[in-house]
Nanobody, 121 residues
C-alpha cells in the first residue's frame, strides 16, 4: 500500500502565496514522477505541474512563471510553491505519484485525497 499526505492548502488573497506539500510512503521501490493536478467546481481535473525522476519538470501554461515544483528525493516528497495566486487558481489540488513496487514491476499511479486552495479577489 501507498500513502500520500498532502498539506498546505488554504484561503489566500489574490497576489498571495501558498506552498503545498505531498509526502509518499509505503510499498514504494522507486518513484518515476510526482505531480500536482487540480479540479475546480464544474471543470475537469487538469495537470498543473510534474517532476520526473530524470529531473525534468512540466508546467501548465496557466501557471508558468508563478508556480514552482520541487522534490525532496530522500523524503519522497513533492512541493508546489504557488506565487501571485489568482482567483482562477481556486480548486481542489491533488497530488499524484507514479511509482514501482519492485524493479521489474510496471509503474502505477496513486492519487492523494486533495487539498483545497481558495483565492479571494
Amino acid at each position: 500500500q501507498v500513502q500520500l499526505v498532502e498539506s498546505g492548502g488554504g484561503l489566500v488573497q489574490a497576489g498571495g502565496s501558498l506552498r503545498l506539500s505531498c509526502a509518499a510512503s509505503g510499498s514504494i521501490f522507486s518513484i518515476n514522477a510526482m505531480g500536482w493536478y487540480r479540479q475546480a467546481p464544474g471543470k475537469q481535473r487538469e495537470l498543473v505541474a510534474t517532476s520526473s525522476s530524470d529531473g525534468s519538470t512540466y508546467y501548465a501554461d496557466s501557471v508558468k512563471g508563478r508556480f514552482t515544483i520541487s522534490r525532496d528525493i530522500a523524503k519522497n516528497t513533492v512541493y508546489l510553491q504557488m506565487n501571485s495566486l489568482k482567483p482562477e487558481d481556486t480548486a481542489l489540488y491533488y497530488c499524484k505519484v507514479t511509482y514501482r513496487t519492485a524493479f521489474y514491476n510496471a509503474p502505477r499511479d496513486y492519487w492523494g485525497q486533495g487539498t483545497q486552495v481558495t483565492v479571494s479577489s
